[in-house]
């Protein structure tokens, strides 16, 4: 196929850096291949290039597709001192310049490196977490013996929770490697966000950032209030908009509630838009809507009522919230906050303080091992290409054209190093860097896409502007993996979400962005009968299936999800067709945004016998679960890897946990010898018990498989447990299962321990050992960043109904390359009853990063949806689950509201970009469902579907031509199919039975079994039924007060979930119970409830006990315990709600809800729950050897009893 004008564009451009804008399926590596070949039949050397790629097998992929063209081409008939040249280039080309930035700078290091004091012969350590971590608690050690760090510690991190503090130190140290000299911008951001601070806070280099906030705020509730106008003209509320015929003299007087709300938000849209002082800011954002007449509910349904008045309500939530969240009435004490927050940070982070300390410590540990890591290369050869080395000189020289692929994703490092050699002298030497902004998705290796995008705005379009700047952006604009109709149905749905402020750049707006087909080139100019043809390929339209999910089905939501696709899987094998061939199990993809479900998936697969193979990355390995299961591993086969031993010490393992002051002392007073050694001198009974589990775990080891050995590790630490009540806990548990799943395929080549672990640590893909192939038929599984850059011809997109991770934005120290850096500041206080308490104050700088982080976090989101839709080349399916079709009806209503003249749309996009209310949204469903439900194929559907037929209907009035006669989205096409799970289980297949041959003995054996257990007495009971049995009397109760929203049992558990979210540091109740609704752990009704307890919460917390717990040496929560009961040959189960260690006492303590009188004596509160707490006495014992006290907490009267 010829090179259409763009791409020749690319090719044949000279003189000028040059950003070719290249989106998925454009043909960019065809496109950096030509243009080399063409600079070599011009005279260039191979050597003249440094071509940087994203990974070492593009760039080794690269030079073979070079090869193939080169070994083309003197092959014909060209001039012969032009053949001699290329055949040249041809034996140069395996020394190439051509490997990713890592390897460019390993390049660099082996040659030069001795000049800035790297050893040859150095090994890269492509895994040196381990070796970070035990650096990291050397310092410690260190540190906490010098008083203003331990006072530090003590401060933000009280009970010296270390964990937490590592976590952050490292996060930050990663970071770090990302910026151009980290600790020159650390001072940077501290003169110019904190030293010149002032009163005046409109001067701050922020103030634009925090008044563009609040006119986004602004136009959010407006368009609320509109939303809120249009349910009232369809429930005849017409005293919302409209002055009432009959009003009181008094009423005549107010203004209409509609109008007084508008003018309050219209006259701040146009002030914030405007230069206005800090103290206009406060006073504008802070003022109320003026009192409006009360309106006439008489004759109006209750829950008409009632919706109306959440959704007043509802208007200006978010905008009151950021008024507390941004701003401080005191500029003063705004200024007093920074002050003492930055003493914190200045400690952190700031040059020769503890990061620092840190980093030059591990530099000396590398250096002893004569190892870098991946920082290190680029670090190095940072430093290596300053003029004083003459190794830049070298190659400013040398290299004629450097060129970049996935330049999208370089950070401020890599851009550094390449501007230190392209602009070494001028003239500079010509940069041509392929991306697409809109495939931006490694935000967590700290790529920065804003590098992209300042070029992408600032490079010239044209040849006359060239021609003075010497830059050039050359937009490709076709894509040739994709089928026409999966353009347009991509264009369909990015044309209505994506934009500058929600996504990062724009798409409707920017002809430039959206993806073309290209009739010259795939259908040789004829357009008109192409156009015909797709019209009639209904076969390939974009479908949507999408569970309606009953909690009280028999599966889990995503289970019936997986038995949705398969089914769909086995229906396009037997009736689709690709290019008339059969579709095969090979020609689909499974993608999902993480590998939670990927297990679900599998299993579910598997009993529809559909051939399957997950595909893992390298990231799951490096999760930290893993790497820590890894560490486990490792220390069982090699007991005196001091490193190993110290991080499994060092665990929140049931077995382990020792605290850092105990393997000190252990250390010091036997330097000579390994850590186990030491641990087996130790008379400390902590330690004893865990060398006694440490080393039974050993010889399991011996006689066991690996994968039995993990198994039992699990089972042994309750780790799997642990993490799942992390943040992100499901990714982190499904990451355990996962990695036993690859431990038993690997297994198989390797049964031996110590092999396994080697194979795990070199081996470059993770995937289980049956690894597939091309040629192997089956359906793979991959996440979405994993499918980057391949392409397949039937893709499904699934759990599509998931929630976006958001936790960037709640990190307790915020990092942003261009806001700055802040934390909540803290401080100790004196106050009657306690002293030395610490108090966290709200920080509005802090705030206003994590606001950003928060909005690039769903910026980036979009990105990779859209990477996810553009792998398919024929079809794509996308899939998910809602609670009801309710969900999809509010969503038409939403895209009524869309039309409305009244509503704040962006310039010039009409309502075709939806308004930010639909598009600000948690997942990927949302943005599908919102975009298609206006297509004509989707509005007829939906006129066959009562509960969305009525809102259908007006949906079909408005007509939506514009959108659907764009050459880019004509051909756009979708089918959406609701089902149930009732409808679903009934294609689920029945396991095959197994036929088995039996003898006559063998079959008489097996009629003749007895079950060997009583059937009247369940194995099992839990510690709350036995209990109920031992009760043959009743307190005095308090009158019940149950609701019909909820039970008293389902109150219960609402406040035994509320309380496991306790920090026992400083809880504020009521902002706890409104984070957790926000998360969706409940509903309105529980949280209304929630709210009403409070005083009972309180209670708890002004009491001894929370104290107690408060000054703890250690805390669980939540923790469920089995015990097996000889005398009553049963297995007892139930969960501890609170065990912690006070003063070296083990304490258990058991909250309890039940509405009882004050007038009960303490030894009838005993015997209430005597069974119970006498069960956990005897857990713990066995467990901790030593006696148990237990506390029962009666809410309702704020009392608790011990025994």
């Not at 994203?54 to 063209?69: C, D, H, I, P, V």
Request: proline residues 3%.
């Amino acid at each position: 196929m010829p090179f259409n004008e763009g791409q020749l564009k690319a090719i044949q451009q000279r003189d000028a850096s040059i950003l070719v804008s290249a989106p998925a399926g454009s043909g960019k590596t065809k496109i950096l291949v030509s243009r080399i070949v063409e600079l070599l039949k011009e005279g260039y050397e191979i050597f003249d290039f440094l071509v940087l790629t994203f990974t070492q097998a593009a760039g080794n992929e690269m030079k073979q597709r070079l090869s193939e063209e080169l070994h083309q081409l003197v092959s014909t008939d060209i001039d012969l001192t032009l053949k001699e040249h290329l055949e040249k280039q041809i034996l140069n080309l395996p020394h190439a310049y051509m490997t990713n930035f890592h390897g460019f700078c390993n390049l660099l290091l082996m040659k030069y490196g001795y000049l800035v004091n790297v050893m040859p012969g150095f090994e890269i350590n492509s895994d040196p977490s381990m070796i970070k971590k035990a650096v990291l608690q050397e310092c410690l050690e260190k540190w906490i013996l010098e008083e203003h760090i331990k006072e530090f510690l003590s401060l933000y991190f009280p009970g010296y929770s270390l964990d937490a503090f590592s976590s952050l130190l490292l996060s930050i140290d990663e970071l770090s490697h990302s910026i151009d000299d980290f600790y020159g911008f650390v001072d940077h951001m501290k003169k110019q966000n904190y030293d010149t601070l002032s009163s005046a806070l409109e001067e701050w280099p922020l103030f634009p950032y925090l008044k563009q906030i609040f006119y986004n705020e602004s136009v959010l509730a407006l368009n609320k209030l509109i939303e809120l106008k249009y349910y009232a003209e369809n429930h005849n509320l017409t005293d919302f908009y409209e002055r009432p015929d009959e009003q009181t003299e008094k009423n005549q007087e107010l203004p209409i509630p509609f109008e007084a709300y508008y003018d309050y938000l219209d006259e701040r849209i146009k002030v914030f838009s405007q230069p206005i002082t800090y103290d206009t800011l406060v006073s504008m954002a802070s003022s109320s809507v003026p009192k409006a007449y009360n309106m006439n509910w008489k004759e109006i349904d209750p829950d008409t009522k009632k919706t109306f008045t959440k959704m007043k309500t509802d208007i200006l939530l978010s905008y009151n919230k950021s008024v507390k969240t941004y701003l401080e009435e005191d500029p003063d004490d705004f200024v007093r906050k920074l002050q003492i927050s930055y003493q914190a940070i200045d400690i952190l982070i700031s040059e020769g303080h503890l990061l620092n300390q840190f980093q030059n410590a591990y530099q000396e540990r590398k250096k002893q091992l004569n190892q870098l890591d991946f920082s290190d290369l680029e670090r190095y050869a940072h430093q290596l290409l300053e003029p004083q080395y003459g190794i830049v000189d070298v190659l400013y020289h040398r290299l004629k054209e450097i060129m970049v692929d996935e330049y999208q994703d370089t950070n401020q490092i890599q851009e550094s190093l390449l501007l230190k050699i392209s602009e070494y002298q001028q003239p500079a030497i010509p940069l041509f860097m392929v991306g697409d902004m809109k495939q931006s998705i490694y935000r967590f290796r700290q790529a920065d896409p804003q590098i992209f995008s300042d070029k992408y705005d600032t490079f010239s379009l044209s040849d006359e502007d060239c021609q003075k700047t010497h830059t050039r952006r050359i937009d490709l604009v076709f894509n040739y993996r994709s089928s026409k109709i999966v353009l347009d149905s991509i264009n369909y749905i990015f044309n209505q979400i994506m934009d500058k402020d929600i996504g990062g750049l724009e798409y409707y707006l920017d002809d430039s962005a959206r993806l073309n087909y290209d009739y010259v080139g795939k259908e040789n100019n004829q357009k008109e009968s192409a156009r015909t043809r797709f019209f009639s390929e209904k076969h390939l339209a974009t479908e949507i299936l999408i569970d309606i999910y009953n909690p009280a089905s028999s599966l889990d939501k995503e289970q019936y999800e997986a038995h949705m696709v398969a089914q769909k899987i086995l229906k396009l094998k037997q009736e689709m067709k690709i290019q008339n061939k059969p579709v095969d199990f090979k020609d689909m993809v499974v993608l999902m945004r993480s590998t939670v479900s990927f297990l679900t998936f599998k299993k579910v697969f598997d009993l529809y016998q559909i051939p399957n193979h997950i595909v893992l990355s390298q990231g799951l390995m490096n999760s930290n679960e893993i790497e820590n299961m890894m560490t486990f591993l490792q220390g069982l086969a090699h007991p005196y890897d001091d490193i190993a031993l110290l991080s499994i010490l060092r665990q929140p393992y049931t077995m382990s946990n020792i605290d850092m002051e105990t393997i000190a002392k252990l250390r010091t007073d036997h330097k000579e010898i390994s850590l186990y050694e030491c641990l087996s001198l130790s008379s400390d009974k902590r330690v004893i018990d865990f060398l006694d589990i440490f080393n039974e775990l050993r010889l399991y080891s011996y006689t066991h498989s690996p994968y039995e050995v993990l198994k039992e590790i699990y089972r042994l630490t309750d780790y799997p447990l642990f993490v799942s009540k992390l943040i992100n806990g499901s990714q982190r548990k499904s990451n355990l299962d996962l990695f036993l799943e690859i431990v038993l395929q690997t297994q198989e080549q390797n049964p031996y321990l110590a092999e396994l672990i080697e194979t795990l640590k070199n081996s470059s893909d993770f995937a289980p050992a049956q690894s597939s192939s091309e040629s192997d038929n089956v359906v793979e599984f991959m996440t979405i960043h994993k499918s980057k850059g391949l392409e397949f011809p039937i893709v499904f997109v699934c759990n599509m109904h998931k929630q976006f991770n958001t936790q960037d934005s709640k990190e307790r120290m915020m990092i942003d390359k261009r806001l700055g850096i802040a934390l909540k500041p803290r401080m100790r206080k004196n106050t009657e009853n306690l002293n030395n308490l610490i108090i966290e104050y709200e920080n509005c700088y802090r705030n206003m990063i994590a606001r950003r982080q928060l909005d690039e976090s769903i910026n980036e989101e979009m990105r990779i949806f859209y990477v996810a839709l553009t792998r398919a080349s024929h079809k794509l399916i996308l899939t998910g689950v809602l609670k009801s079709i309710d969900e999809i009806a509010a969503l038409q209503e939403k895209l009524l509201v869309n039309e409305s003249p009244d509503i704040y749309h962006r310039e010039n996009a009409g309502t075709i970009l939806l308004y930010d209310r639909l598009r600000k949204t948690n997942n990927y469903l949302s943005w599908t469902l919102s975009s298609i439900l206006r297509h004509p194929q989707i509005i007829e559907q939906c006129l066959q579907i009562e509960q969305l037929k009525q809102r259908a209907q007006l949906l079909k009035k408005y007509h939506f031509e514009k959108q659907m006669t764009l050459d880019s989205t004509e051909h756009a096409m979708f089918c959406l199919f609701l089902t149930d799970d009732q409808t679903i289980e009934q294609s689920i297949p029945k396991r095959q039975k197994e036929s088995l041959t039996m003898n006559g003995t063998i079959q008489e054996h097996y009629r003749s079994f007895k079950y060997p257990f009583d059937l009247e007495k369940p194995k099992t009971m839990s510690v709350t039924q036995l209990q109920a049995i031992a009760d043959d009397h009743y307190l005095s109760l308090a009158k019940d007060e149950e609701t019909a929203l909820m039970t008293a049992t389902d109150k219960g558990t609402l406040v035994h979930l509320l309380l496991s979210h306790l920090s026992f540091q400083e809880d504020h109740i009521e902002q706890l119970i409104n984070q957790l609704y926000e998360n969706h752990l409940y509903n309105e009704d529980g949280r209304q409830v929630l709210l009403a307890y409070q005083d009972q919460i309180y209670g708890f917390i002004h009491s001894d006990y929370y104290q107690m717990i408060k000054e703890a040496s250690y805390i669980y929560k939540e923790k469920p315990f089995s015990y097996y009961d000889k005398n009553l040959d049963q297995v007892i189960h139930g969960i501890f709600d609170l065990v912690f260690v006070y003063k070296d006492q083990l304490y258990v303590l058991d909250y309890k809800t039940d509405r009882i009188s004050k007038n009960n004596s303490e030894d009838a509160l005993i015997e209430k729950h005597k069974v119970q707490l006498n069960y956990y006495q005897r857990v713990l014992k066995d467990m901790y050897k030593q006696d148990i006290k237990a506390i029962v907490y009666y809410l309702h009267i704020s009392k608790g009893v011990e025994f």
